[in-house]
């Protein structure tokens, strides 16, 4: 699929839409605003996700879905404060750099999403002090 076509669809436009007003959001608060169904919204967000404009997390017992993009890693780091407390804890130590393995324990959370946020946060490593100042704050 050309990264033009993702956009014809309107479930798919509907959900970047949402993305793009909020930066990030729980994936079962993204289904019920928008009034899709989960396999439906699975889907969507699936396709979104390998054509690399949105991301999707599980933390927990949670999905978060944001926009890969500086505003969507803030809002997804905000939405996960009370779990990035510990990482912000370290951060302001003067260490950003976690293991997957921190992470894992950090956000209760699978090797596989300790990896990806590992590597989101290496692509946003520049603005992690000042989104931990506000989630400390």
Same mark, same amino acid.
């Given at each position: 699929?050309? #990264? ?45 996700? #390998? ?10 017992? *949670? ?11 803030? *809002? ?24 997957? #393995? ?23 490593? *520049? ?11």
């Amino acid at each position: 699929m050309r #990264r033009g076509e993702l956009f014809n669809n309107p479930y798919r436009r509907k959900i970047i839409e949402y993305l793009a007003a909020k930066g990030a959001a729980r994936v079962s608060d993204l289904i019920r605003e928008l009034g899709l169904s989960k396999a439906n919204a699975s889907w969507h967000l699936d396709v979104l996700s #390998r054509h690399g404009i949105v991301g999707v997390l599980k933390v927990g017992k *949670a999905s978060y879905a944001f926009m890969n993009n500086e505003k969507g890693f803030t *809002a997804l780091l905000e939405l996960l404060a009370s779990s990035v407390r510990g990482f912000c804890q370290i951060v302001g130590r003067g260490s950003s750099s976690l293991s997957e #393995r921190d992470l894992m324990g950090l956000l209760d959370t699978s090797y596989d999403s300790a990896k990806k946020l590992a590597g989101i946060i290496a692509s946003y490593h *520049a603005i992690i002090p000042e989104i931990c100042r506000r989630v400390l704050a």
